[in-house]
T-cell receptor
Framework: GIQVEQSPPDLILQEGANSTLRCNFS?????LQWFHQNPWGQLINLFY???GTKQNGRLSATTVATERYSLLYISSSQTTDSGVYFC????????????FGTGTRLTIIP | GAVVSQHPSWVICKSGTSVKIECRSL??????MFWYRQFPKQSLMLMAT?????????EQGVEKDKFLINHASLTLSTLTVTSAHPEDSSFYIC????????????FGEGSRLTVL
């Protein structure tokens, strides 16, 4: 199966800072999602983005499918952005068996 | 977005007992659901794919007799941890795809199991 690497593993930022989280895949993916896991464990859908660029408020994501990576941008960080960010993907179109990355633990300091 | 509900949110049980976790799709039908397990400070690992009206398919290394999955309707899948032991303590999360073709996954709230 595919391997998913995320970087950095940990990130500590001051409130108001911007950040970029990266996700690398060992093989092509046709299904790619970004999630935020809050302190209670709930996985919140951020983006479904197998290719291209999307924006939602202070968050945006870009996937370059041909180069097998995706980036998540968080601007003007708030303390509520703290938590673990996961990317997950699957190689086959129509296959929702997502393989999760190792995660980036983001801590926003007031 | 689509809503997937899981129950219970947390459960504590004695070693040797069985625990059932329910996963419901509240506003859509799900012929397929996925069960993941997450140990502390680790990523999510897929355990099995639950198929409505047929047997579940398990990932390599997951004991099907230990983790019984039933998908009796288009809105409900259940995971039963049989004869639970302390090493089964974990966070169990279900998910369901929404949409046609390559579909977006939505996750339940998760169930935290502690086996004493």
């Amino acid at each position: 199966g595919i391997q998913v690497e995320q970087s950095p593993p940990d990130l500590i930022l001051q409130e108001g800072a911007n950040s970029t989280l990266r996700c690398n895949f060992s093989d092509s993916v046709n299904n790619l999602q970004w999630f935020h896991q809050n302190p209670w464990g709930q996985l919140i859908n951020l983006f479904y983005i197998p290719s291209g660029t999307k924006q939602n408020g202070r968050l945006s994501a870009t996937t370059v499918a041909t180069e097998r990576y995706s980036l998540l941008y968080i601007s003007s960080s708030q303390t509520t952005d703290s938590g673990v960010y996961f990317c997950a993907g699957s190689p086959n179109f129509g296959n929702e068996k997502l393989t999760f990355g190792t995660g980036t633990r983001l801590t926003i300091i007031p | 977005g689509a809503v997937v509900s899981q129950h219970p949110s947390w459960v504590i049980c004695k070693s040797g007992t069985s625990v059932k976790i329910e996963c419901r799709s509240l506003d859509f039908q799900a012929t397929t659901m996925f069960w993941y397990r997450q140990f502390p400070k680790q990523s999510l690992m897929l355990m099995a794919t639950s198929n409505e009206g047929s047997k579940a398919t398990y990932e390599q290394g997951v004991e099907k007799d230990k983790f019984l999955i039933n998908h009796a309707s288009l809105t409900l899948s259940t995971l039963t941890v049989t004869s639970a032991h302390p090493e089964d303590s974990s966070f169990y999360i279900c998910s369901a795809p929404v949409g046609s073709g390559a579909s977006e996954l939505f996750f339940g709230e998760g169930s935290r199991l502690t086996v004493l």
